[in-house]
């Protein structure tokens, strides 16, 4: 029932949002969805180790065909949800200092997309786990449409059409599942034990719809060609939810529904997918190095941090799963912190152009700060956030391969090479023209900092609560995963 | 039964009502008479009956069927209501003529004799040759009339024949003593299969399936907007009716004979259909294509023939009707207010007319079939009936149907949100369409959560 209504707040808020005026608006939404954060924390605290899942419900839905609304949360749940209820709030105090015209329908946007997406993290029936993804998936293209910057309606078509290829994929094989299911139901137990009795040919099949319906949203090399446009050309609050939290869509879809759904398939294919994310460090970190637009650059490091937690969900074991769970909230909140910083940077000079910035750090001392906490987080510096879910992948990934640990590895070296390339030409050197009168941070700016960079310490000083939240969760779906391919043989 | 002659009434009382002084009432009686009959028309569920020695049969089936061309009737009027109001034409005539269409409509999906359906047909298509041209200097209208003419007149000769060909192997117009004789006596000759065939291709011009969709692009640019909207939804709604009940009563024990044949020509509709819409500048063109591929995916429930096929038939076509009459309802107004139906007048609507863009776009979204508008669920449950009996290589398919039919659905998004238009005025809708469009949006977003209700209507 709480999860229930814990998707239910922002929506109602949402709605509301549209009945106050553009220069209220953003407050009412600020307030609506720190009460969705607050609800989120007290559901966190009363969260206790005895059983996996919690604050379920399960009410019929669409009887006729075996459709349930049910929700609930175990561990991976519960961080993902407190993942977006806490940067929701942040991306709305991010807006603050722009003017935004048609106010009241843009954070409308934002807050029925917080609905989707707690929602997609909390189904648990198939149905209602579609629908969610791709109501999350209008309000996002709406934002990037309307607000967004050059060239946005081709890019953002480009971006719905990618994403919706991989959904109805995805829809297909969850009919596939739903039709071998003798119960004629779409909850998410009964359909591990469908999809692990399939035959090879058709778990191969269901295994490929939800990987490139994930794949795309993550995104996964080669199937990323959408990302750096969208994130360039879309609003920063925008981008920031789908870097902050949408793409965690894809990596909790591998997670949940991929990796205990059809192991045969799991097993023998997640081999290739587990290379493609490697290859898509690599590959995404080189053009990064070369890139000379701060925002496209940050979107590339994205693609590349992910690579990294994508191939940890594809490896399924306790290490790497419990590195992906603290990975995607710490990175969910750097790549927030970093692209909030490309915009204050945009804000003030008008430029992306990393070539005609500098000297920023003379004029900005606290947004100097500031960046290089963000900035020693995301190359996972120990005792930041970013370091613990890095350690645990790498642990994970070299239990599996070897090599693959090791050109993974890479992504340490060539993560701190963009980064600090990056801060050396922005902040470094003598001030210019662009630069000379750089206004160091106001309130609401710091407003947005300071608990980000906070939660970088905590996680980075202090991880253990959080890996406690999600390791009952993540041992239950490994021995889950076991359980069904073992049924099989 | 008692809907037909209420109805058929209905169209005598508009044709003379301006004899009577009664054109300014008109509406009110038309509106308030469909409501009636719809009302009626759900007393009779559950109660099958044959009338007039088995010309009609009144099941659930024809009832649930009824019950949608009522409704969708109802809404037109409302949609309209400005369109008879500004004069442009003689609104008695034009009543007269779309509620005897509807006649027709309702006929085509109660029938239990060939005959019958025949006269469907006819009584349907008549009044539309007739409003297509009803612009009578636009010669674009002319052009129109006079194509939906000669197609109609064609497709009827293909129709009569194959009639007459099983006319000659069964001995007999009956739907049951055809089903009789195709299950019971079989060893059907081959001019039985050459009668379905002609039969399916008779059907396949009013459903407007490739390759005989040639005639809809052009009728539905040149008709009047309303019109056009009338024949996209009301009619093909019908002649689905029509095609389906046909085939399930008759031919579903021979369905190895005409399902390849139809699974070539469901393939092509959806790919012809979707990728030409593409090329369109022009909204209702764009529409009638849209409307082509929508028919290649309410073709696949004839492969499966179940009352689940059926009540995805219904689902299906109720969604692709009402999304369609929406859209049409708003492109009234953007022909009103723009002067023209090209694409390009959608630009910049949605700062011009928040509310008219939001209809459009959720129409948009559920043509295109995404969640939460009810075009999602239909397709879905379309999907899942197919896949049971296992159509997949035609699922995938009309799953790269479906992606390519978003490029043109999301055009209009596009140029409503994404572009700005050169005429910055806001438009005005009075406050009576206004709340017409809102609540058919409504509908369209409640219905797509909760199908409950309409699914399962089929069971026998």
């Not at chain 1, 594809?314 to 995607?328: C, D, K, R, T, Y």
Request: hydrophobic share 55%; aromatic share 14%; glycine share 8%.
């Amino acid at each position: 029932m709480e999860t229930a209504l814990l998707i239910a707040l922002p929506f109602v808020s949402g709605l509301l949002t549209l009945m106050f005026n553009d220069g209220k608006a953003k407050m009412v939404a600020l307030l609506f969805s720190l009460c969705t954060l607050v609800n989120a924390i007290y559901l966190a605290c009363n969260f206790c180790t005895c059983t996996v899942w919690h604050y379920e419900l399960n009410m019929p839905w669409l009887t006729s065909l075996g459709i349930n609304f049910s929700v609930g949360m175990d561990g991976i749940s519960l961080m993902l949800v407190l993942l977006t209820t806490a940067l929701v709030p942040l991306i709305i105090l991010s807006s603050f200092q722009r003017e935004i015209t048609n106010a009241k329908s843009f954070y409308c946007l934002i807050l029925l997309m917080e609905a989707a997406l707690i929602g997609v993290f909390t189904a648990r029936d198939a149905f209602l786990f579609y629908i969610f993804w791709e109501l999350a998936l209008i309000p996002i293209y709406f934002i990037c449409l309307i607000w967004g910057g050059e060239n946005k309606n081709k890019i953002t078509f480009k971006f719905f059409l990618y994403t919706l290829a991989g959904s109805l994929l995805m829809l297909l094989a969850i009919i596939l599942l739903y039709i071998n299911n003798p119960a004629r139901t779409f909850a998410i137990d009964q359909l591990y034990t469908v999809g692990a009795s399939l035959d090879f040919g058709t778990q191969a099949f269901v295994f490929w719809s939800f990987f490139l319906a994930f794949a795309i949203k993550m995104p996964i090399f080669p199937f990323h060609t959408w990302q750096p446009d969208t994130y360039t050309t879309a609003p920063t609050q925008g981008t920031m939810l789908l870097s902050g939290i949408m793409l965690k869509m894809g990596i909790y879809g591998v997670i949940r529904w991929l990796y205990p759904m059809v192991p045969d398939a799991f097993s023998f294919y997640a081999h290739y997918a587990i290379i493609l994310s490697v290859v898509g460090i690599i590959y995404a970190s080189f053009i990064a190095l070369k890139q000379n637009n701060l925002k496209t650059m940050i979107a590339y490091v994205s693609i590349a941090h992910v690579g990294l937690i994508a191939a940890g969900a594809f490896i399924g074991n306790l290490e790497s799963l419990q590195g992906v769970v603290i990975q995607m909230f710490s990175h969910g909140i750097n790549v927030v912190g970093l692209f909030f910083i490309v915009q204050i940077v945009f804000e003030r000079t008008g430029t992306y152009d990393m070539s005609v910035l500098g000297g920023i750090r003379s004029k900005a001392p606290l947004f100097t700060t500031c960046f290089i906490m963000i900035l020693l987080s995301s190359v996972a510096l120990p005792l930041t956030g970013g370091f613990i879910g890095e350690f645990l992948l790498f642990v994970g990934i070299f239990k599996y391969h070897s090599i693959i640990a090791a050109v993974a590895g890479l992504t340490i070296i060539l993560g701190a090479a963009y980064m600090l390339n990056a801060f050396q030409k922005v902040m470094l050197g003598e001030a210019n023209t662009n630069t000379s009168d750089f206004k160091d941070l106001v309130l609401t700016e710091k407003l947005v900092l300071i608990p980000i960079i906070a939660l970088i310490i905590w996680i980075g000083v202090y991880p253990q609560p959080f890996l406690n939240i999600s390791e009952p969760a993540v041992k239950a779906l490994i021995e889950v995963a076991s359980k069904t391919s073992a049924l099989n043989h | 039964m008692n809907v037909l002659i209420i109805i058929s009434i209905l169209g005598i009382v508009a044709m003379v009502s301006e004899i009577f002084g009664l054109r300014k009432s008109i509406w009110y009686i038309v509106v308030a008479t469909l409501t009636g009959a719809f009302i009626i028309n759900l007393n009779d569920w559950d109660t099958a009956r044959r009338y007039y020695d088995d010309m009609v049969f009144i099941d659930n089936y024809a009832i649930a069927f009824m019950g949608l061309l009522l409704f969708l009737a109802f809404v037109w009027f409302f949609l309209s209501k400005d369109q008879y109001e500004s004069d442009q034409f003689n609104t008695s005539d034009h009543y007269a003529q779309i509620i005897f269409s509807l006649t027709g409509a309702l006929v085509l999906v109660s029938y239990a004799n060939l005959s019958m359906l025949f006269l469907g047909v006819e009584i349907m298509s008549i009044p539309l040759y007739i409003l297509a041209g009803s612009r009578k200097k636009d010669l674009a209208s002319n052009e129109a009339a006079l194509k939906y003419f000669m197609m109609g007149a064609f497709a009827t000769g293909f129709l009569l024949f194959g009639i007459t060909l099983i006319y000659g192997v069964v001995g007999s117009f009956n739907l049951s003593q055809i089903q009789h004789h195709v299950s019971e006596v079989g060893n059907l000759p081959l001019m039985f299969y050459a009668g379905v065939v002609m039969i399916m291709i008779g059907l396949g011009f009013k459903v407007s399936a490739f390759p005989f969709h040639f005639w809809a692009p052009d009728v539905y640019e040149g008709a009047p907007v309303m019109i056009s909207a009338f024949m996209a939804t009301i009619v093909k709604a019908a002649a689905f009716g029509g095609f389906y009940r046909l085939f399930s009563v008759c031919y579903t024990d021979i369905s190895g004979h005409w399902a390849g044949t139809l699974s070539i020509v469901i393939g092509t509709t959806i790919l012809i259909g979707n990728t030409l819409a593409v090329y369109q500048v022009n909204m209702k063109r764009m529409l009638a294509y849209s409307g082509i591929a929508q028919a290649g995916y309410l073709l696949l429930t004839l492969l499966v023939l179940t009352n689940a096929s059926a009540n995805a038939l219904i689902f299906y076509i109720a969604s692709y009707a009402i999304a369609t009459l929406c859209t049409f309802g708003g492109l009234y107004w953007v022909i009103k207010f723009r002067g023209n139906d090209a694409l390009d007048s959608f630009k910049g609507l949605g700062k011009s007319n928040p509310i008219l863009a939001l209809a459009m776009t959720i129409s948009m979204l559920s043509l295109a079939g995404i969640p939460p508008a009810v075009g999602f669920f239909a397709k879905f449950y379309l999907f899942t009936v197919l896949l049971e009996k296992g159509f997949m290589p035609l699922v995938l398919l009309s799953v790269l149907g479906s992606l390519i039919s978003v490029y043109y659905y999301f055009k209009i998004i596009i140029k409503m949100y994404g572009t700005a238009s050169d005429d910055t005025s806001t438009l005005y809708i009075s406050i009576f369409n206004k709340a017409v469009l809102i609540i058919i949006l409504v509908a369209i977003l409640a219905i797509g959560i909760m199908p409950n209700f309409f699914l399962g209507i089929i069971t026998q």
